[in-house]
């Protein structure tokens, strides 16, 4: 069962959490099987895509935010778009646009980068947004600092965190067609050092070059991770071997149906105020041609239908509506 550990470095500004992803992931997979609309990803998206989820679940474990954390590669190669979201109470989403052939063993930067234009956007969208209010959104290109082309994903997150968050974080993330697991370690942010006198200024960064080494030597440990143990290990087992010469303080594991699972946040409301975003007489065009509107969710792999009745009730005022028409989902 998917599960998710968080724990910290007794003694230690070091925070690290670790994510297996497995019912939760391979559901992700089905879906996009389900209906037939979609082949199914190939080996290298796949993989991204899994990463890319592993990811958005240690993310949104690690900050305290009532909302959905949405990560999306913006691609310029075969894979147009990668999105996974994760909302706060762990329920996650994902899917990816693809279009044309993909080489076997081609890398994320071919994928996603081919021609330098490819972006990853990180997004935190809170559950109650007032009006007016807008998500908080980072955008960064696909290059390291010297312009050297990032080909891991988790190298773009790790220069995304440390750029734009100042926080310095390892990770290691790795998925196959039945698991998607991913490790962070972040060295927790010096407390409210921007307001301390000079002595005491003084006093903290000695501190930090402390600081500094115990972090470099646990994000070592992690980053010695290989692809292989990180996909086949226990939690349990991993974290022993991992840091077994480090007092780690673990956390209860979260899991089940409080822990990472799939759940789609499609619904026909969402569908509808999409078609009347489209005005009327595009929907009725569509109407027109087929006789139906169909609008498919790329996450869950769900059909909705708006036959003509429906589609005019959308367009009707409350109050004003036809008699109801049965859903056909
Ligand atoms: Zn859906």
């Known amino acids: 069962m998917s599960s998710l550990h968080r724990f910290l470095f007794e003694g230690l500004p070091v925070r690290g959490a670790l994510v297996r992803l497995t019912d939760a992931w391979t559901e992700v997979l089905a879906r996009r099987a389900q209906g037939g609309a979609h082949p199914p990803y190939a080996p290298a998206v796949r993989d991204l895509l899994g990463e890319l989820t592993a990811a958005a679940c240690l993310m949104q474990a690690n900050i305290k935010f009532n909302g959905s954390l949405v990560l999306q590669v913006h691609g310029d190669g075969p894979v147009r778009l990668a999105v996974a979201e994760v ?4 329920s996650l989403r994902a899917t990816a646009t693809v279009t044309g052939d993909i080489d076997p063993g081609v890398g994320f930067a071919d994928l996603v980068n081919r021609n330098n234009q490819g972006r990853c956007a990180i997004t935190l969208d809170p559950r109650d947004r007032l009006p007016g209010q807008q998500a908080y959104q980072g955008v960064v290109p696909l290059f390291g600092d010297r312009g050297e082309r990032l080909d891991r994903v988790s190298l773009v997150l790790q220069h995304y965190m440390l750029q734009s968050e100042q926080l310095d974080t390892c990770l290691v993330l790795a998925a196959d067609a039945e698991v998607a697991a991913g490790l962070l370690v972040q060295r927790l942010p010096v407390q409210g050092a921007g307001n301390l006198e000079s002595e005491r200024l003084r006093q903290a960064q000695e501190d930090a070059i402390g600081r500094d080494e115990d972090y470099r030597r646990i994000a070592l440990l992690a980053s010695s991770l290989q692809r292989d143990e990180l996909l086949r290990l226990d939690a349990d087992t991993l974290l022993r071997r991992l840091f077994w010469q480090e007092d780690v303080r673990r956390f209860d594991p979260v899991t089940g149906p409080q822990g990472p699972r799939f759940r789609c946040r499609c619904s026909r409301e969402r569908v509808g105020r999409m078609i009347v975003g489209l005005g009327r007489s595009e929907a009725q065009d569509i109407l027109g041609e ?19 009745i429906d589609v005019e009730r959308l367009f009707t005022p409350p109050g004003d509506a036809p008699p109801a028409n049965q859903p056909v989902h």
């Open 87 to 90: 909302g706060s109470d762990l």
């Open 290 to 308: 087929r006789g139906v509107v169909e609008v498919g969710c790329d996450f869950c792999g769900l059909q909705y239908r708006f036959d003509a």
